[in-house]
């Protein structure tokens, strides 16, 4: 007791209790000003033990010492009977007392504040990953600094910690000087990643920063100097440095991409991961190329086998070789970079999921868009394909527009996703919402010729042939060297029924590329269907039919498999002549007949698949021939086909994209009321764009009985389109 009394007396609690609540300010005002600066956290642990080693000094100095009016001294040196340390103790209690309000009304503030800091941390962070700058000097290199820095981007998706804006938005800011605030105000992100690449021979350095985008404050930085073939680390490094700094959680363990080995391969690599993002023919086969090299350097990397196998499936699409060629090339392709570690990123799934689609396995391909989407949802070509895995139902249809748009936030200037919305409310006949996707598309990229070309479709096919003319032609300036934009118009051309202009068009377009498709049938059809060259030699059958022989012939016509209509065409011609045999013999020459499938083909097919248009004309050049068993166990293929199922498969609609599907496959196999019919309600729908290429050259239509009745179904369109190209010239003459 006398211990406590004499702890009391000089004061020794009231001096502890003190510091300890002015102590406390102090690390409240010191925790303040050093986040404002971004101070370590060291600087913070360095002040919490200096103030916790003060406090044993200063109640050692309260025991020891009294503070008297002649100053410091001693407890031993002081009388008792003049001690002060009662008033000492009144001073002390004044100051606990002080810094305890100032205390309380920390803690108001506090409380009227923390709900705005909840809030704030509340905010989920999001990333836009601008492409770092090519510092090597050298323009070819573009490829590579682009490669690295998707490559970054996609080590930070694979964290799944923040959302993260696509490529295609992100590179919209490649090259342009442009405040950082407008850029994330644009993109509407709460961060910046930016940084250079400089490479000389093998040695690569990456610099990296990042930045919050409404301070434009540089929260971390850093250099990196390594050898090629340690590149992979650096870009699992930056994205855990941004974790770190932006102190979030990782879901993931490891944000490791397959490694490699061989640096020459990893720069072919990136080379083939350009060249199919330029998704050309000749791009395509370089691709196959580079890929063979660099799996020769280093058959370890297993993304190389992801790639070459989407280079296959790329080759499949634009007609290089049949799909289920190419699907079952890059299934076994896929099986080795499973082996080899990449089996579980989201371009592996969906690469099979091409090749299920290609081989007639709906199911399992729209399991594994589902797998692609979950792991990587803001790849905007995941998100796109796996939406349009979905049941087409008008309801699915419906779902779709709402989960393209929610997708869209992740890649907001990517136009893709406008013109995928667009093509959805064209599918449902709401044409008003699909126009102003398609404006929106063009907002977004002005100078991309995809966006201005799609919507001129677009207007031809909703009835408006002449301004989709005009439009079409008013956009050849995007892209002048591009074929597609000379035969784009060359098709509306052909529509109108102004033949010279169309094969002028055509011409060009050949001009640039001499094995394009699309332009050799316009211009063969163009030839043909012109009454002005009914007795001219160069136009005569015999000269066409050689013109799509040779075209079919060619192994490098783009799209020859896929949909131009030169294989019906020449069919057309054979049978026209009175020889089917010949008709047949040539149709099985080049056409990749479809073998037999399991399971239901009303689920498993869209209306967009040629496979079943290819089938009903093959069952009609064989009953044709004469083999009609044959004929008639093709034709029994394609028995599931009527009017509700093309409706679910095209969307939800009676649009063009059903009632094409239903003439093409099953004009001869149902009565011929319904098929005028459908070519009625198809001119009804406006649905001008590419009709004279379609309807009058169509084998089906060809061997209808009721030609009278088909000859005032075409009638319709004849007059449309007459009225359209009046329209159209009367126009370019006021101009």
Same mark, same amino acid.
């Given at each position: 007791?006398?211990?406590?009394?004499?702890?009391?007396?000089?004061?020794?609690?009231?001096?502890?209790?003190?510091?300890?609540?002015?102590? !406390?300010?102090?690390?409240?005002?010191?925790?303040?000003?050093?986040?404002?600066?971004?101070?370590?956290?060291?600087?913070?642990?360095?002040?919490?033990?200096?103030?916790?080693?003060?406090?044993?000094?200063?109640?050692?100095?309260?025991?020891?010492?009294?503070?008297?009016?002649?100053?410091?001294?001693?407890?031993?040196?002081?009388?008792?009977?003049?001690?002060?340390?009662?008033?000492?103790?009144?001073?002390?209690?004044?100051?606990?007392?002080?810094?305890?309000?100032?205390?309380?009304?920390?803690?108001?503030?506090?409380?009227?504040?923390?709900?705005?800091?909840?809030?704030?941390?509340?905010?989920?962070?999001?990333?836009?990953?601008?492409?770092?700058?090519?510092?090597?000097?050298?323009?070819?290199?573009?490829?590579?600094?682009?490669?690295?820095?998707?490559?970054?981007?996609?080590?930070?998706?694979?964290?799944?910690?923040?959302?993260?804006?696509?490529?295609?938005?992100?590179?919209?800011?490649?090259?342009?000087?442009?405040?950082?605030?407008?850029?994330?105000?644009?993109?509407?992100?709460?961060?910046?990643?930016?940084?250079?690449?400089?490479?000389?021979?093998?040695?690569?350095?990456?610099?990296?920063?990042?930045?919050?985008?409404?301070?434009?404050?540089?929260?971390?930085?850093?250099?990196?100097?390594?050898?090629?073939?340690?590149?992979?680390?650096?870009?699992?490094?930056?994205?855990?440095?941004?974790?770190?700094?932006?102190?979030?959680?990782?879901?993931?363990?490891?944000?490791?991409?397959?490694?490699?080995?061989?640096?020459?391969?990893?720069?072919?690599?990136?080379?083939?991961?350009?060249?199919?993002?330029?998704?050309?023919?000749?791009?395509?086969?370089?691709?196959?190329?580079?890929?063979?090299?660099?799996?020769?350097?280093?058959?370890?990397?297993?993304?190389?086998?992801?790639?070459?196998?989407?280079?296959?499936?790329?080759?499949?699409?634009?007609?290089?070789?049949?799909?289920?060629?190419?699907?079952?090339?890059?299934?076994?392709?896929?099986?080795?970079?499973?082996?080899?570690?990449?089996?579980?990123?989201?371009? !592996?799934?969906?690469?099979?999921?091409?090749?299920?689609?290609?081989?007639?396995?709906?199911?399992?391909?729209?399991?594994?868009?589902?797998?692609?989407?979950?792991?990587?949802?803001?790849?905007?070509?995941?998100?796109?394909?796996?939406?349009?895995?979905?049941?087409?139902?008008?309801?699915?249809?419906?779902?779709?527009?709402?989960?393209?748009?929610?997708?869209?936030?992740?890649?907001?200037?990517?136009? !893709?996703?406008?013109?995928?919305?667009?093509?959805?409310?064209?599918?449902?006949?709401?044409?008003?919402?699909?126009?102003?996707?398609?404006?929106?598309?063009?907002?977004?990229?002005?100078?991309?010729?995809?966006?201005?070309?799609?919507?001129?479709?677009?207007?031809?096919?909703?009835?408006?042939?002449?301004?989709?003319?005009?439009?079409?032609?008013?956009?050849?300036?995007?892209?002048?060297?591009?074929?597609?934009?000379?035969?784009?118009?060359?098709?509306?051309?052909?529509?109108?029924?102004?033949?010279?202009?169309?094969?002028?068009?055509?011409?060009?377009?050949?001009?640039?590329?001499?094995?394009?498709?699309?332009?050799?049938?316009?211009?063969?059809?163009?030839?043909?269907?012109?009454?002005?060259?009914?007795?001219?030699?160069?136009?005569?059958?015999?000269?066409?039919?050689?013109?799509?022989?040779?075209?079919?012939?060619?192994?490098?016509?783009?799209?020859?498999?896929?949909?131009?209509?030169?294989?019906?065409?020449?069919?057309?011609?054979?049978?026209?002549?009175?020889?089917?045999?010949?008709?047949?013999?040539?149709?099985?020459?080049?056409?990749?007949?479809?073998?037999?499938?399991?399971?239901?083909?009303?689920?498993?097919?869209?209306?967009?698949?040629?496979?079943?248009?290819?089938?009903?004309?093959?069952?009609?050049?064989?009953?044709?021939?004469?083999?009609?068993?044959?004929?008639?166990?093709?034709?029994?293929?394609?028995?599931?086909?009527?009017?509700?199922?093309?409706?679910?498969?095209?969307?939800?609609?009676?649009?063009?994209?059903?009632?094409?599907?239903?003439?093409?496959?099953?004009?001869?196999?149902?009565?011929?009321?319904?098929?005028?019919?459908?070519?009625?309600?198809?001119?009804?729908?406006?649905?001008?764009?590419?009709?004279?290429?379609?309807?009058?050259?169509?084998?089906?239509?060809?061997?209808?009985?009721?030609?009278?009745?088909?000859?005032?179904?075409?009638?319709?369109?004849?007059?449309?389109?007459?009225?359209?190209?009046?329209?159209?010239?009367?126009?370019?003459?006021?101009?």
């Amino acid at each position: 007791m006398a211990l406590f009394k004499e702890l009391k007396r000089r004061n020794v609690f009231r001096v502890g209790v003190a510091y300890i609540v002015v102590a !406390w300010l102090i690390l409240q005002f010191t925790d303040l000003v050093l986040e404002n600066v971004s101070a370590p956290e060291w600087v913070m642990q360095v002040f919490m033990l200096g103030l916790a080693i003060g406090l044993p000094i200063a109640v050692f100095f309260a025991w020891a010492f009294e503070l008297t009016p002649e100053g410091l001294k001693t407890t031993r040196q002081v009388d008792r009977s003049k001690s002060v340390t009662h008033n000492t103790g009144h001073k002390l209690d004044r100051i606990i007392i002080a810094v305890l309000i100032v205390a309380v009304g920390y803690f108001v503030w506090e409380r009227q504040t923390g709900s705005e800091k909840v809030e704030e941390l509340a905010v989920v962070p999001s990333l836009a990953v601008l492409p770092f700058v090519n510092m090597s000097g050298n323009a070819d290199n573009e490829y590579f600094s682009d490669g690295i820095t998707e490559e970054i981007l996609n080590s930070i998706v694979r964290l799944k910690i923040m959302d993260v804006i696509g490529r295609t938005s992100s590179f919209q800011f490649k090259g342009q000087n442009i405040d950082l605030r407008v850029v994330a105000e644009t993109l509407d992100v709460t961060h910046i990643l930016e940084g250079s690449v400089r490479r000389v021979n093998d040695r690569v350095r990456i610099t990296a920063q990042l930045i919050e985008a409404e301070s434009g404050y540089h929260l971390w930085s850093d250099t990196y100097d390594r050898d090629l073939v340690d590149i992979l680390n650096v870009q699992s490094d930056v994205a855990r440095a941004i974790a770190d700094e932006l102190k979030l959680t990782l879901v993931e363990t490891s944000v490791d991409a397959p490694s490699f080995s061989n640096s020459e391969a990893y720069d072919l690599y990136l080379r083939s991961k350009q060249a199919l993002i330029d998704y050309t023919f000749s791009t395509i086969t370089k691709s196959h190329r580079w890929l063979d090299r660099a799996i020769q350097l280093d058959p370890e990397f297993g993304l190389l086998y992801v790639t070459k196998a989407q280079a296959y499936l790329d080759g499949g699409v634009i007609g290089m070789l049949g799909e289920v060629e190419s699907a079952e090339l890059a299934l076994a392709l896929l099986e080795s970079a499973k082996e080899h570690g990449a089996g579980n990123t989201g371009e !592996w799934y969906r690469a099979r999921a091409y090749a299920n689609f290609f081989l007639g396995d709906l199911s399992q391909s729209s399991d594994d868009l589902r797998q692609a989407y979950d792991i990587n949802p803001s790849d905007s070509d995941i998100a796109q394909d796996y939406v349009n895995s979905l049941n087409s139902g008008r309801e699915d249809t419906l779902q779709a527009i709402d989960l393209l748009q929610e997708s869209s936030q992740n890649d907001p200037l990517n136009y !893709w996703f406008p013109v995928a919305i667009a093509r959805r409310y064209e599918r449902l006949l709401q044409f008003e919402k699909a126009d102003a996707q398609w404006r929106r598309s063009i907002e977004l990229a002005p100078e991309a010729p995809s966006p201005p070309a799609l919507y001129g479709r677009f207007l031809a096919d909703t009835g408006e042939l002449a301004t989709a003319t005009i439009q079409l032609i008013g956009t050849i300036w995007t892209d002048p060297s591009d074929p597609e934009s000379y035969t784009f118009p060359a098709e509306t051309m052909l529509s109108m029924g102004d033949y010279a202009a169309a094969r002028e068009f055509a011409d060009r377009a050949l001009a640039i590329k001499p094995t394009s498709g699309e332009a050799r049938m316009i211009k063969a059809a163009a030839l043909y269907l012109d009454p002005a060259l009914a007795e001219d030699p160069a136009a005569a059958p015999e000269v066409i039919e050689a013109m799509l022989e040779a075209s079919l012939s060619d192994p490098d016509t783009l799209y020859r498999r896929i949909g131009t209509g030169m294989l019906e065409f020449q069919a057309y011609l054979a049978l026209l002549e009175g020889e089917p045999e010949r008709a047949l013999a040539q149709f099985e020459a080049h056409a990749t007949i479809p073998r037999e499938i399991t399971g239901d083909p009303a689920t498993m097919f869209d209306t967009a698949n040629n496979d079943w248009i290819t089938l009903a004309i093959y069952a009609r050049l064989l009953r044709e021939a004469g083999q009609t068993e044959q004929a008639g166990t093709v034709a029994s293929r394609l028995e599931w086909i009527n009017e509700d199922i093309a409706i679910q498969r095209a969307g939800g609609a009676l649009n063009s994209f059903a009632l094409k599907f239903l003439i093409d496959t099953r004009a001869g196999f149902v009565e011929e009321d319904k098929v005028i019919g459908w070519i009625k309600q198809l001119h009804d729908i406006g649905a001008l764009y590419e009709w004279r290429r379609i309807l009058p050259l169509h084998t089906g239509l060809l061997l209808m009985e009721d030609q009278q009745g088909l000859v005032d179904a075409l009638g319709a369109f004849e007059q449309s389109s007459e009225t359209e190209r009046s329209e159209y010239v009367a126009s370019t003459i006021a101009d």
